[in-house]
């Protein structure tokens, strides 16, 4: 052979078991976790929220359009409340009359009752006493023949009748000095206290009229508009949910025991190339399941994976729900971001 080409052979030769080598030692240490990063793929995660009146009633105003951005808090829509505000003023009136007739149950008898009483008590008494006396003095006269035996049976009627009238005069007399029974107050007070909560849900289906928005977000939809009829099972609008954001992405079961929850992660999406959002592990699935199709990764569409959820701090509000997103983790950096306003305080939150 000529020694040229020997030559060359031998360099080929070396090259090639160089190469073979590093190869090796590459696929060791990414199957062994010795990789310095971890990579893999998902969505930032669409959260919505779609608000519906909790009162029925026709819309009478829309004040938000699509695209319009609302805080948790703001007055979005109403429904007619005519009927919502004459309940209210209903209930209202009847609390107001059941609590006066409690504070007069309460303070009892006035004093120009009890004397009332009184006065008619001494008058029967009085009443009694004259015809007590007319009665025995008939008696005394009948055997005379002073008086006949019908003025007697008068007499007597007219006394036993006196004799019940002051007994009545005198119960009437002794309730005004007692006042009001215990029991009398007691569901007086349990009437006035179902006033007041018949008035608070009637003042709470008044506010029902009126919607708020639940979160702070942007319009994505109104799937109501003036003039329709809104109840409880009916969305007014549609809310994407702008607060903290997350990528949801799914880690092959071979690379399980190298996430772990407030891990570092870096974020990036293919509309912003040169950009790296900074964010951590916040919540790692614990059960397993088959890759979703619309999860593009190498790993097998048969291998199991995990969901995980990596929040993301995005201050600039670039990035869109739904869009693709890169996630690398650093496996050599324990502990989550601490990013001023953006940090696992504010995802608990969410």
């Known amino acids: 052979m000529n020694p040229r080409l020997r030559t060359r052979l031998a360099v080929a030769i070396v090259i090639l078991a160089v190469?073979?080598?590093?190869?090796?030692?590459?696929?060791?240490?990414?199957?062994?976790?010795?990789?310095?990063?971890?990579?893999?793929?998902?969505?930032?995660?669409?959260?919505?929220?779609?608000?519906?009146?909790?009162?029925?009633?026709?819309?009478?105003?829309?004040?938000v359009v699509e695209g319009a951005r609302v805080?948790?808090?703001?007055?979005?829509?109403?429904?007619?409340?005519?009927?919502?505000?004459?309940?209210?003023?209903?209930?209202?009136?009847?609390?107001?009359?059941?609590?006066?007739?409690?504070?007069?149950?309460?303070?009892?008898?006035?004093?120009?009752?009890?004397?009332?009483?009184?006065?008619?008590?001494?008058?029967?008494?009085?009443?009694?006493?004259?015809?007590?006396?007319?009665y025995e003095r008939t008696a005394t006269l009948l055997p005379q023949g002073g008086a006949s035996t019908e003025e007697r049976d008068d007499a007597r009627a007219r006394l036993r009748a006196d004799r019940a009238a002051v007994e009545a005069a005198r119960q009437t007399y002794v309730l005004a000095v007692r006042g009001p029974r215990r029991e009398d107050v007691t569901a007086a007070r349990h009437a006035y206290r179902a006033a007041l909560a018949a008035t608070a849900l009637a003042r709470r289906e008044f506010a029902d009229t009126r919607l708020y928005a639940p979160v702070d977000g942007v319009v994505e939809d109104r799937i109501l508009e003036s003039g329709d009829m809104a109840s409880p099972a009916i969305p007014v609008y549609t809310i994407a949910i702008t607060g903290l954001k997350w990528v949801r992405a799914y880690v092959p079961e071979s690379d399980l025991g190298r996430v772990r929850l407030g891990m570092r992660a870096t974020i990036a999406t293919d509309s912003y190339p040169g950009r790296r959002y900074p964010g951590w592990i916040g919540?790692?699935?614990?059960?397993?399941?088959?890759?979703?199709?619309?999860v593009e990764t190498p790993a097998l569409r048969t291998?199991?994976?995990?969901?995980?959820?990596?929040?993301?701090?995005?201050?600039?509000?670039?990035?869109?729900?739904?869009?693709?997103?890169?996630?690398?983790?650093?496996?050599?950096?324990?502990?989550?971001?601490?990013?001023?306003?953006?940090?696992?305080?504010?995802?608990?939150?969410?």
């Open 19 to 63: 190469a073979i080598v590093a190869a090796v030692i590459y696929v060791r240490r990414n199957r062994t976790g010795g990789a310095a990063t971890l990579t893999f793929y998902g969505n930032v995660d669409i959260r919505e929220a779609r608000p519906a009146f909790d009162a029925t009633g026709r819309v009478t105003t829309m004040r």
């Open 283 to 294: 919540y790692l699935s614990p059960t397993a399941e088959f890759t979703p199709k619309t």
């Open 303 to 350: 291998a199991l994976v995990y969901q995980v959820r990596v929040y993301v701090c995005d201050p600039r509000g670039e990035l869109r729900l739904g869009m693709p997103a890169t996630v690398q983790l650093d496996l050599g950096a324990p502990g989550s971001t601490a990013a001023p306003g953006c940090g696992p305080t504010d995802a608990a939150a969410h």
């Open 71 to 134: 805080t948790k808090g703001e007055w979005i829509a109403s429904i007619d409340d005519t009927r919502y505000a004459a309940r209210l003023a209903e209930a209202t009136q009847r609390s107001a009359t059941l609590a006066a007739d409690l504070a007069r149950l309460k303070h009892g008898s006035r004093p120009e009752e009890i004397a009332r009483a009184k006065a008619v008590l001494d008058g029967l008494r009085a009443t009694f006493a004259n015809d007590r006396a007319v």
